[in-house]
């Protein structure tokens, strides 16, 4: 196992991601957040709470729940619960920041533009990760990222939040390993 960002390195990583946001928007006006469940509900919080305490300004956030939009959902290997979205703003004539906290195939952000549609119709969707390990099969790429990983399609990449895991970082996992908090620290 190695880490890929410790709890500090995390730490900086999303107020530059917040920022990257808002000088993209060039601004706050019709800027909001939403994070795909669950740990980019997170960056999305976190993202929100630093434009806050550097801007000085609230931006929404909501909470986006793809499990319904998903490719692989009649295929019976989906084994995702839905939970509901949590979007309590318009997002007609909006600028979208979506927060995942790992670009992959792809397949996540189209299921997250199929269900933000289902919403409303946003003026731009951008998306920001945590990380981007490649291995792209549709055409999507992130406009915020805090560390690209070259991995191979046998590793993974776990990431764990303070909010759901107890501890923070991301980590790459070789073929057969499995996450070990003592490794972690």
Do not use: W
């Not at 107020?15 to 706050?28: D, F, H, S, T, Y």
């Not at 300004?57 to 619960?81: F, K, N």
């Not at 291995?135 to 560390?147: S, T």
């Not at 993974?156 to 923070?168: C, K, M, N, Y």
């Amino acid at each position: 196992m190695i880490t890929i960002l410790d709890k500090e390195q995390v730490r900086r990583t999303v107020p530059r991601l917040a920022m990257q946001a808002v000088e993209k928007n060039e601004g706050l006006e019709d800027l909001v957040l939403i994070g795909i469940r669950t740990r980019g509900v997170i960056l999305a919080q976190r993202m929100q709470e630093a434009i806050r305490k550097i801007e000085g300004a609230e931006v929404p956030c909501g909470v986006l729940d793809i499990a319904l939009y998903r490719d692989d959902l009649l295929s019976g290997t989906c084994d995702a619960v839905f939970k509901g979205s949590e979007i309590d703003f318009d997002l007609d004539g909006k600028n979208v920041v979506l927060c995942d906290d790992v670009m992959y195939t792809g397949r996540t952000v189209r299921a997250a533009l199929s269900a933000i549609s289902s919403l409303g119709r946003p003026k731009s969707v951008r998306l920001y990760c945590l990380v981007d390990r490649g291995h792209r099969e549709l055409p999507f790429r992130a406009e915020g990222v805090g560390k690209s990983v070259p991995t191979s399609r046998e590793e993974q990449i776990v990431v764990h939040l303070e909010e759901t895991d107890g501890d923070e970082g991301v980590y790459l996992l070789k073929k057969g390993e499995t996450f070990s908090k003592e490794q972690a620290k």
